[in-house]
């Protein structure tokens, strides 16, 4: 049996592979010390747009600056991807990304590929073990694939000279031991060699789904400190390594435990990988684990938001795979990409009247009876940001809704709204204004940074902001007067709040004459007023 212990590559999808060289000092001490058998420093890349760190390219030069100690034998990971796709033939590839092995000390090579890249693989195989690497293959995204798909790839795989272990990969983090005995049990059908499992922890089975695949005879066994690894991370090197102590055992964790508590702890708390309901959700719905990672991360989506989005992904092709390093590019939830339309439907529709905007801050239901009275008294047009649902519906007037991240949370809720909404058209698909039983309103939206202006047919807000958008409306309806409720604002630091701030601050200096009075409570900075205050 062996441990690979793969931090520094998998943790990178949370620090873009640039770990502190006291931490790698650290690290690679306490794998020695531990007697970890191999250590996967890092990726093996042709160079990629954007800033990574390091160990995302592993080079020969960096990993000569290491201090990598004695014991543990060192090894890169390179996409199967990288390779096939490099415009080059692929011994051309591999001369380029690698040197023989006698020149560098990395041991190890391990391929990752998704199933439909297999049948392209051996020469990237042969190129490898021809420079005298140990070589692993790892077959992603396993879970859920068929027995005879299963078998079929490790039969082509165990037609190939030279491959030294045969990796599967539980990418989604949705098996069980049920899942991984059944997949163990189809690649043994057509490979007889080592066989590698490397686990996800979205459903908190990682450790688990290891030691059952132990069990079975999966002779390699892949880990990383705390879990750190992209998504909800891997099975920890930490907990394996407890479960494994004892008289005969070969290994030692304490140096582990160490590096644990001393380091990792405090990036676990700073990062927040591990599993929770969200990555739960993802892995039962089959949605690669780097889109929870980078929903969660992107601090205006709430969690409504992300539960939504995780439905909304759930029913598209190809989310199993993720596509693209960041959230504009992995997931745009405008999806319709039509030319900005519009209408002058709502043109000084609000003249002489008091505008009441309505967000969903924890506010709103403690003064829920205080506002529909006022409502009802003082008969303001009402908009609610997005689909507020705790408001008796007969006091809406209208629901705005800009983009489609908050729709997709909500699009049930949309179904049955008999209020007419306010929402830019363009940004949706045909099918999703399908969504709406009733009638809307098309004003058009643009996104420019620095600039708020309210057009006949549409708006430019500097924020992507369904608050920016009421706003402009505002403007372009000619409110008399805009009172705000459940407009709470955020803690002090968040980005919300300090796009909020800077977006009343455009407003201000495009409508100097039109005021606005936060009715409940609010950390924003304008005028505070009073819910209960009497109408004299």
């Known amino acids: 049996m062996y441990i690979l212990d793969c931090t520094l590559r998998d943790g990178g999808y949370y620090n873009n592979w640039d770990f502190k060289p006291e931490v790698v000092d650290a690290y690679l001490n306490a794998m020695a010390s531990a007697n970890i058998d191999y250590v996967e420093l890092g990726l093996r ?61 990395i041991a ?72 991984v005995t059944r997949i163990v049990d189809a690649i043994r059908t057509q490979w007889q060699g080592d066989i590698g499992i490397h686990t996800h922890n979205n459903m908190a089975k990682a450790l688990d789904n290891t030691l059952t695949a132990k ?31 004892g008289n005969d055992c070969k290994y030692r964790p ?84 039509k030319a900005v339309t519009g209408s002058s439907k709502l043109k000084n529709k609000f003249t002489e009247k008091e505008l009441l905007i309505i967000s969903n801050g924890p506010s709103l239901e403690r003064y829920l009876p205080a506002i529909e009275a006022y409502i009802t008294e003082r008969k303001p047009i009402v908009i609610a940001l997005n689909a507020i649902t705790c408001v008796t519906p007969e006091l809406i007037n209208y629901y705005c809704v800009s983009h489609n991240s908050k729709f997709l949370s909500e699009h049930e809720i949309y179904k049955n709204l008999q209020s007419p909404i306010i929402l830019p058209a363009h940004r949706f698909t045909d ?37 920016a958008y009421a706003l402009a409306l505002a403007i372009h309806a000619n409110a008399k007067h805009i009172s705000l409720v459940g407009v709470d604002g955020y803690e002090l630091g968040d980005i919300r709040q300090i796009e909020m701030i800077e977006l009343f601050s455009h407003f201000k200096a495009a409508a100097p004459e039109l005021t606005i009075t936060a009715l409940t409570p609010t950390s924003y900075p304008i005028e505070q007023g009073s819910i209960y205050a009497p109408n004299i």
Not at 50 to 71: C, H, R, V, W
């Open 431 to 467: 099918a999703e204004l399908h969504e709406i039983s009733n009638e809307f309103v098309d004003y058009g939206l643009n996104i420019e940074p620095k600039r708020f202006i309210a057009e006949n047919e549409f708006c430019t807000v500097p924020f992507d902001l369904t608050a």
């Open 215 to 245: 069990d079975l005879g999966v002779s390699w066994l892949d880990v990383t400190v705390t879990g750190m690894g992209r998504g909800a991370g891997n099975a920890q090197t930490e907990s394996l390594l407890a479960v494994l102590d």
């Open 45 to 105: 890349n042709f160079p990629k747009v954007g800033f990574d760190g390091p160990f995302a390219y592993t080079t020969e030069a960096f990993i000569q600056s290491l201090n990598l100690p004695e014991g543990p034998k060192y090894g890169v990971m390179v996409d199967a991807k990288t390779i096939l796709d490099s415009g080059m033939a692929i011994e051309q590839a591999v001369d380029a990304l690698f040197v023989d092995a006698a020149y560098s000390p």
């Open 254 to 337: 304490s140096a582990v435990y160490e590096l644990v508590i001393r380091h990792f702890e405090q990036m676990q708390k700073d990062y927040g990988w591990g599993s929770s309901l969200l990555y739960f959700l993802g892995a039962q719905n089959d949605v690669h684990p780097t889109y929870i990672q980078n929903l969660i991360a992107n601090k205006h989506y709430g969690t409504e938001e992300i539960v939504g989005a995780i439905n909304y992904l759930s029913q598209l092709e190809g989310t199993t795979s993720y596509n693209g390093d960041v959230m504009e590019t992995a997931i745009s939830f405008d999806t319709a990409k």
């Open 108 to 179: 190890l090579v391990r391929v990752a590929a998704h199933f439909h890249e297999v049948d392209r693989s051996e020469a990237i195989i042969d190129a490898l073990r021809a420079k005298g690497y140990i070589v692993g293959y790892n077959l992603m995204q396993a879970g859920g694939k068929s027995c005879e798909v299963i078998a079929q790839k490790a039969q082509i795989a165990a037609s190939w000279n030279g491959l030294d272990c045969l990796y599967f990969a539980d990418s989604l983090g949705n098996m069980d031991a049920t899942e």
